[in-house]
Nanobody, 126 residues
């Protein structure tokens, strides 16, 4: 059974930092895209950052470029999202997701990801 378990969310003031972690287990494929997504109340889930475990290539939404950094620790089956200069509009539930590279790269397309964690809440106050 595939499991993705997120941790590291919390409440911070604007300008603060948080580091989210996700531990993946039992992924059926060796090479995957690992992504971080977020969903604010009343809004659609959106892709924030993604990384390909095969070569470490990263992808970011324009709204977080220069502030968020996604990274991998393949030995620990873990993916991280370092967030700095947080803004109130970053407030959302953050989800870790995984997608094998079977055809087109999923990048930040929510519908392309097969496996999802339960989410961790990030709240940024002004």
């Amino acid at each position: 059974q595939v499991q993705l378990v997120e941790s590291g969310g919390g409440s911070v003031q604007a300008g603060g930092s948080l580091r989210l972690s996700c531990v993946a287990s039992n992924l059926p494929y060796r090479r995957n895209y690992m992504g971080w997504f977020r969903q604010a109340p009343g809004k659609e889930r959106e892709g924030v950052a993604a990384i390909y475990t095969g070569d470490g290539r990263t992808y970011y939404a324009d709204s977080v470029k220069g502030r968020f950094a996604i990274s991998l620790d393949n030995a620990k089956n873990s993916v991280y999202l370092q967030m700095v200069s947080l803004k109130p509009e970053d407030t959302a539930m953050y989800y870790c997701a995984a997608a094998p590279l079977l055809s087109a790269a999923p990048l930040l397309r929510t519908a392309a990801y097969n496996y999802w964690g339960q989410g961790t809440q990030v709240t940024v106050s002004s």
